[in-house]
């Protein structure tokens, strides 16, 4: 992970799912699901902390 995120950076991360039309297929979402505590951990260690969206928007910091 490293450096790239910073307080108010917002990581977007799909978890998978299903996808109709034309290429449609079922995405396995199993290894983000594994990643996320990794990620959550790592981010906490570097003194960021997750938030929902929502608030987010209303701490008004910019994003």
Do not use: F, I, K
């Not at 079922?26 to 983000?32: K, Q």
């Amino acid at each position: 992970m490293g450096a790239l995120l910073d307080p108010g950076d917002v990581l977007l991360a799909h978890d998978g799912g299903h996808v109709s039309g034309r290429w449609g297929q079922v995405y396995d979402r199993s290894t983000t699901v594994a990643a996320l505590p990794y990620v959550l951990e790592t981010l906490a260690a570097r003194g960021l902390r997750s938030v929902r969206l929502d608030q987010l928007v209303r701490s008004g910091r910019p994003v």
